[in-house]
């Protein structure tokens, strides 16, 4: 049996729909069966709220007079881009601003515009004939622009992958706190609400198809950036107008230590037209699974701990290693639900129809990893290799010689099998001076706890840990842990230099 | 009801606290504290009706007191009910309850701060009497 999609739009148009949401869907089918839940639901409202990083809005703020042709632009001190000719720009929702950074960015201006509140933009421009002004100062409110319409190219991602950390420092991440030693787990995502769990062979879903952003009417405009069905991770590209919009769907937020982002609403009404939609909006939290990935690899292909379903995170609890670990979403479930519950108030209400897609969208590529014809420098590429090491049953006073010669300011110590134990610098040595008699070789000044590098571990990782460590150098060590060079601050230099770039 | 007892470097390493346990003879919680060479931080829980007692020993003793009216305080208006706070807790302060609305249960807040920073949406605060 199929329903058209004509029938069900005149059933919206009478007021005589049945809707149901994503969440209540599943107990429908278990009740009335595939058949009987067909002939009884004609839509089925889905629902998320959360982070969705890539947002943005197009706007045209009219000609100011002499006029100008908008070359750098700010908005409350956020640069929008501006390479979309004379005064039309595209605020992203990440772009910190230049004077307060992570405190305030792309995704608080949108905020402030759809609360109501005025927003400076600055512009400047080089002057031409037809466009003579050359700088531009002026406080808008939403209702001053144009057009204002919310472009978002990833949006409402099917499900996304959940996070802990393994390491022995907390992680601020954009997936949130990660405490050290897999002490929590992060997820995001509704689950059986998001979209497109509900839809993952994009059969209804396409461009063309109607639905809740934000608060406002939009529509799919297809698919979202990286989009990659294959693997379950489908996105959307979205939009819809800024000026019917709520603040109580679109939030800016910052992630500390990684920076500002904003939170959205999105909702999908589905039109049960067949059965295989039955099915599809049947789906249930322990149906959907993600990786849990260890956050403290920097790496792109970070490993998985295990695989968890939807209803693993909501327990809010997982078992990593045999422990239970707690777990907690950055999106909101509450406003999730809300999304799926306004929106059915809309269908029920005849304030939106629902439509199939004008254009599918591809239901099985996979997106692939960048393409570097450049490979990024490796400690290897730079590393020292004359190092200057010292037993750790060496006196003291052999090691103070050693640095005074100036040649190195870190001295690795070595055990008698050649491993890494330890290093030393003139603050350790500085530490017998302090405590005469308590100490006369290396090891007893030594600082054990030594940070370390490889020689194929990106530069970039490297120099992250001199920067977190607020150390100098790092010595390189081989799988057997032995000294084979050390990296320190000139070392980088030498990328500057071009030689290796 | 928690103090927040803030050591300055002139008092250097006199054992305040153990002193004003001494004095007063009231048993004082610690419930985290942060003390090096130079100054310190300590947050107690005492009985709230030997707060003023324990408070006012502290003070003579060359210590700041500052009452913890609240733990952490949350704006119900910037909060989204996302749960961010939730897993970053070490002491269970945060739960959802069956519709998904944030419960704040800070008589268990030991002002840790961590939440402080998770909260995408600058939600949670500490207020000070």
């Known amino acids: 049996m199929e329903k058209s999609i004509g029938l069900i739009n005149e059933r919206i148009r009478d007021g005589n729909a049945r809707v149901v949401t994503a969440e209540e869907m599943p107990a429908v089918v278990a009740d009335l069966g595939v058949e009987g839940a067909l002939t009884e639901v004609d839509v089925v409202t889905t629902g998320t709220f959360g982070a969705m990083c890539s947002s943005g809005a197009f706007l045209n703020f009219g000609h100011a007079d002499p006029p100008i042709r908008m070359e750098r632009i700010w908005l409350n001190d956020v640069e929008a881009y501006g390479g979309i000719a004379a005064v039309d720009a595209y605020i992203g929702a990440t772009q910190p601003s230049d004077t307060r950074e992570a405190d305030y960015g792309g995704a608080h201006v949108i905020e402030d515009f759809i609360a109501g509140k005025a927003v400076e933009l600055r512009a400047t421009s080089h002057g031409t004939d037809c466009y003579p002004r050359q700088s531009i100062t002026t406080e808008l409110m939403l209702e001053d622009l144009n057009q204002a319409i919310m472009v978002n190219p990833r949006n409402a991602y099917q499900r996304y992958n959940a996070a802990t950390n393994s390491t022995d420092r907390t992680l601020y991440t954009y997936m949130g706190t990660l405490l050290p030693h897999h002490g929590n787990v992060s997820y995001s995502g509704a689950g059986l609400l998001n979209p497109l769990s509900n839809d993952p062979d994009f059969s209804v879903i396409g461009s063309g198809t109607p639905l809740f952003l934000g608060g406002a009417p939009g529509v799919v405009i297809g698919e979202g950036t990286q989009h990659s069905p294959g693997g379950g991770f489908g996105t959307l590209m979205v939009t819809a107008e800024l000026s019917r919009m709520s603040p109580e769907y679109v939030r800016a937020a910052t992630m500390y230590g990684y920076g500002v982002t904003l939170y959205m609403g999105v909702g999908i009404p589905i039109p049960v037209i067949n059965e295989q939609v039955v099915r599809n909006c049947a789906v249930t939290d322990d149906q959907i699974s993600v990786d849990l990935v260890d956050y403290g690899i920097p790496s792109r292909n970070r490993p998985t701990v295990r695989k968890v379903t939807y209803a693993d995170l909501k327990s809010g609890s997982v078992e990593i290693d045999g422990e239970e670990v707690r777990a907690s979403s950055l999106s909101s479930l509450r406003r999730a639900r809300q999304v799926a519950a306004e929106l059915a108030e809309w269908v029920t209400s005849g304030k939106i129809e629902v439509a199939l897609p004008t254009r599918p969208i591809n239901s099985t590529k996979k997106a692939h990893p960048m393409h570097e014809t450049i490979r990024a420098p490796r400690v290897g590429d730079i590393m020292d290799r004359r190092v200057i090491r010292i037993a750790e049953t060496e006196e003291i006073r052999a090691a103070a010689k050693k640095l005074l010669k100036g040649e190195t300011n870190h001295i690795p110590v070595i055990n008698d099998e050649d491993r890494l134990v330890g290093i030393i610098t003139t603050y350790d040595i500085s530490k017998a001076v302090v405590w005469p008699g308590k100490a006369s070789v290396v090891r007893d000044v030594m600082t054990r706890d030594v940070i370390t590098t490889t020689p194929d571990e990106p530069v970039d990782i490297a120099a992250r840990k001199l920067e977190q460590h607020n150390i100098s150098a790092l010595p390189v060590v081989d799988d057997q842990r032995r000294v084979i060079a050390m990296l320190t601050a000139i070392d980088l230099g030498k990328l500057f230099r071009g030689k290796h770039r | ?129």
């Open chain 2, 1 to 129: 009801m928690k103090l927040m007892i803030t050591f300055s470097k002139k008092e250097g390493r006199k054992p305040i606290i153990a002193q004003a346990v001494k004095d007063t003879g009231v048993l004082i919680n610690v419930e985290r504290a942060f003390i090096d060479s130079s100054e310190g931080e300590a947050l107690i829980d005492v009985p709230d009706d030997q707060c003023t007692l324990v408070r006012e020993r502290m003070k003579a003793l060359g210590a700041s007191v500052r009452v913890l009216e609240h733990g952490i305080t949350l704006d119900e208006d910037e909060c989204v009910d996302c749960g961010a706070c939730v897993s970053v807790c070490p002491r269970e302060v945060f739960s959802m309850d069956a519709g998904g609305k944030l419960v704040v249960d800070e008589e268990r807040c030991v002002i840790c701060g961590k939440c402080i920073k998770a909260c995408p949406h600058r939600a949670l605060s500490l207020k000070f009497e």
